[in-house]
């Protein structure tokens, strides 16, 4: 096996490692805020590295140009999906809040 | 069978905890759940274009990649009040 082909195996073997480790980590979490941590790893080391291992395998032809494209997609929306879901989640918990000047944001998670 | 189909396969498995948790809970939770799962299925996508080898296949993945954050987004906003 080549140099460049025991690469491309590590990296498929991160990026899917840490996906399926991420996955388990959204089962076992108590909450909706700790099961959204969970989803990070798997939209940032996971694709990259699936990328990484796709353009060392193919150069930068159309392939490897749209994986890398696939990844920054991924990397670039789920940080804002991620402050969308938590808001929402907090919303139900705790109702609608607005902080007016000088004041403390009440509420906090017992 | 090639590297990628294995690690295909092997990232398919992470769709079962993923679903388990979108059973489970309150819907918050349940989104949760859909959001991992809709970025595993694009890693999925991504690695079976590359096992096939057709470039045109890439689009799927990016595709669902903007698809699952528009769905995630809709579906936030409508948690925040009337579901």
Request: glycine share 8%.
């Amino acid at each position: 096996m080549s140099p460049r082909g025991l690469l491309v195996a590590a990296l498929l073997v991160v990026g899917v490692g840490v996906a399926l480790a991420s996955c388990v980590g959204v089962l076992v979490m108590r909450d909706a805020y700790d099961r959204l941590h969970y989803t990070a790893p798997a939209t940032t080391i996971a694709p990259l590295a699936i990328a990484a291992a796709i353009v060392l395998e193919e150069s930068f032809s159309a392939a490897g140009i749209k994986a890398l494209l696939v990844a920054v997609v991924l990397l670039v929306t789920n940080p804002v999906l991620t402050h969308a879901t938590a808001r929402a989640a907090r919303i139900r918990e705790l109702g609608e809040w607005t902080v007016q000047e000088g004041e403390q944001v009440k509420g906090e998670r017992p | 069978m090639n590297e990628w189909l294995v690690a295909a396969l092997a990232l398919l498995v992470g769709l079962v905890p993923c679903g388990v948790v979108c059973l489970r809970g309150d819907p918050v939770n349940r989104l949760v759940g859909l959001e991992m799962a809709g970025a595993v299925d694009t890693l999925v996508l991504l690695l079976l274009a590359q096992a096939y080898g057709r470039a045109i296949y890439f689009d799927l993945a990016l595709a669902l990649a903007l698809l699952s954050f528009a769905g995630g987004m809709v579906f936030a906003r409508f948690l925040e009040r009337w579901i």
